[in-house]
């Protein structure tokens, strides 16, 4: 990531699309983590473009879902067309992911030695499937959807939530300055900032926390369903009942905090407020057994991205643009993304 924003900012065109460099990286982090390579040239951008249209599939409101009798309209506006090609897009896209690792895990258990090199998610789901450690079979198919989930639920997320943080910060560049100097201070002389480094740097951890209060990525969580009838405060609820938690909404509540549009990191200060799931005035990950697995993981690709962005560059906006003319506008759908690119001139800075 580092090397391409140098590469543009020594080219003619200094301007960076710091949004599209974003979603590149955390393509190509979860790629490795999960497929064991990143993918590039056509079939990643490929691959990309499906996400893309994936996650908008999943804001968008499906008629049968709600007025089963009125399913035909899904089929006339076009819906079920989309849905089903980017099913098979993916079908195709994974099954080739799953049969290259089988190929793989055949060819080293053919030559003596190999089969040290480190498992990556896939590896770990066919071992599963191999040697039934479950106590029940897992299907080729369960194995792709687990593998399109990490996806879905680990690329735009974490991205959105790095987007929103950089915005933040130039919309309020003394915030930026009081950050980049505790990044500066403490990886000084470095090469990079290492995860090492990330736990001696508190005032990151407030921009994190309070980026994720004030713009929490997936603002109504994922759907959940009551399993049996219940009574809360008064209220009946059927089993069967879908539940929307707003967490958004819990993140900007007056009377849970103060001054609650401001983005203000030093509210964390003095508070023991978490974002684990145990504080319900901030559960951008939910809470419970159905709070997000990859809590620990996206904070700490978060962290590292962040300090090393400000560690090695000077971020301004382009063409002497205000801080308050930033356009902090949000699109609509699943993820509170934003609705703008973040457009950056990035000065290599030199320590």
């Known amino acids: 990531m580092v090397e391409n924003i140098k590469e543009i900012s020594n080219s003619l065109n200094q301007v960076v699309n710091l949004s599209e460099t974003l979603v590149s990286l955390m393509n190509d982090v979860v790629c490795r983590v999960a497929l064991g390579r990143k993918y590039g040239g056509e079939s990643g951008r490929k691959f990309k473009e499906l996400l893309r249209e994936f996650m908008e599939l999943l804001g968008a409101f499906c008629v049968r ?11 006339v506006n076009g819906l079920d067309a989309r ?32 089969g040290e090199e480190e498992e990556d998610f896939v590896d770990i789901l066919l071992e599963i499937q191999k040697e039934h450690t479950l106590g029940f079979p897992v299907h080729r198919d369960t194995i792709k959807a687990l593998i399109l989930d990490a996806f879905s639920a680990g690329t735009d997320t974490t991205t959105t939530l790095l987007e929103w943080a950089m915005a933040e910060l130039l919309k309020h560049p003394q915030i930026m300055i009081k950050l980049q100097n505790e990044v500066r201070k403490i990886a000084k002389n470095k090469l990079n900032v290492t995860e090492d480094d990330l736990e001696k740097m508190q005032y990151l951890k407030l921009v994190i926390k309070e980026t994720l209060r004030l713009h929490t990525p997936v603002p109504l969580l994922v759907p959940r369903e009551s399993t049996q009838e219940v009574k809360i405060l008064g209220y009946d609820v059927e089993a069967g009942t879908q539940v929307r938690i707003n967490a958004w909404a819990i993140g900007r509540d007056p009377s849970l905090w103060e001054d609650p549009e401001e983005f203000r990191p030093e509210r964390f200060l003095n508070s023991s407020i978490d ?60 993820l509170a993304q934003k609705k703008t690119p973040i457009l950056v001139v990035a000065t290599p800075y030199s320590h």
């Open 65 to 75: 879902d709600y007025i089963p009798w009125f399913g035909w309209v899904d089929r």
């Open 83 to 114: 849905v089903n090609r980017v099913a098979n897009g993916f079908d195709e896209f994974l099954e080739g992911v799953v049969s290259e690792h089988m190929e793989k895990k055949k060819g080293k258990g053919n030559v003596e030695g190999e």
């Open 275 to 334: 974002f684990k799931g145990f504080n319900f005035e901030l559960i951008p990950f939910g809470a419970g057994r159905r709070g997000c697995p990859g809590t620990l993981f996206a904070i700490a690709v978060n962290e590292l991205a962040l300090a090393n962005l400000l560690y090695k560059f000077d971020i301004a906006l382009p063409g002497g643009a205000r801080a308050e003319d930033l356009d902090m506008a949000e699109s609509i759908g699943t």
